[in-house]
């Protein structure tokens, strides 16, 4: 079946540090792949998302390609804010139900 | 605005209790999920629905029940048979184009007093 893999974390930065969160995965066919964002007590909310090979999703700085010949969907942002600081999650979405990673928590020092 | 309400936000369960969690959406979508998060964890499926009248179970069920009798509404029913429902539950929805995104609700905090 499909799975996700991520970095496992925690992961801590000093602001304006450089960010990656690797996330690879293993699906058949084409499944899109989403980054989703969750902040202390809240739900779970998109990111980016990238539906196809080589497409890069980005958002508020974050960004992340599509790598088919890798199966990975890393996420980068060049300087981390404090703000940033939650839990990423890494997911695809193919045929079937979607599948998520096990999330990644970010903290950010000023 | 469209979205996703689950209601109550913090809920306290005695011990052989049944509690009914809330979702209702105003998206107009065909799916429906519910998620169980546990602190510091991922998520983990418990039930989805992809039409009104039908429902899957997911990978823990057991303890667990829903009804589809509307397209806007799926609630969570936890039994006394989930003997360790302290959790973050989470609903969601997205519509019947499988590429496109999963939508969240703000989650409900349950806690076994």
């Known amino acids: 079946g499909d799975s996700v893999t991520q970095m496992e974390g925690p992961v801590t930065l000093s602001e304006e540090a450089f960010l990656t969160i690797n996330c690879t995965y293993t699906a058949t066919g084409y499944p899109s792949l989403f980054w989703y964002v969750q902040y202390p007590g809240e739900g779970l909310q998109l990111l980016l998302k990238?539906?196809?090979?080589?497409d890069k999703g980005s958002n508020k700085g974050f960004e992340a390609t599509y790598r088919k010949e890798t199966t990975s969907f890393h996420l980068e942002k060049g300087s981390v804010q404090v703000s940033d600081s939650a839990v990423y999650f890494c997911a695809l979405k193919g045929s079937g139900k979607s599948t998520f990673g096990d999330g990644t928590t970010l903290t950010v020092k000023p | 605005d469209g979205g996703i309400t689950q209601s109550p936000k913090y809920l306290f369960r005695k011990e052989g209790q049944n509690v009914t969690l809330s979702c209702e959406q105003n998206?107009?979508?065909?799916?429906m999920y519910w998620y169980r998060q546990d602190p510091g964890q991922g998520l983990r499926l418990i039930y989805y629905?992809?039409?009104?009248?039908?429902?899957q179970k997911g990978d823990i069920a057991e303890g667990y029940s829903v009804s589809r009798e509307k397209k806007e509404s799926f609630p969570l029913t936890v039994t006394s048979a989930q003997k360790n429902p302290t959790a973050f539950y989470l609903c969601?929805?997205?519509?019947?184009?499988?590429?496109?995104?999963?939508?969240f609700g703000e989650g409900s905090w349950l806690t076994v007093v």
């Open positions: 990238a539906t196809k090979a080589d």
């Open positions: 629905s992809q039409i009104v009248n039908d429902f």
């Open positions: 998206l107009n979508h065909d799916a």
């Open positions: 969601a929805s997205t519509d019947r184009d499988g590429r496109n995104t999963i939508y």
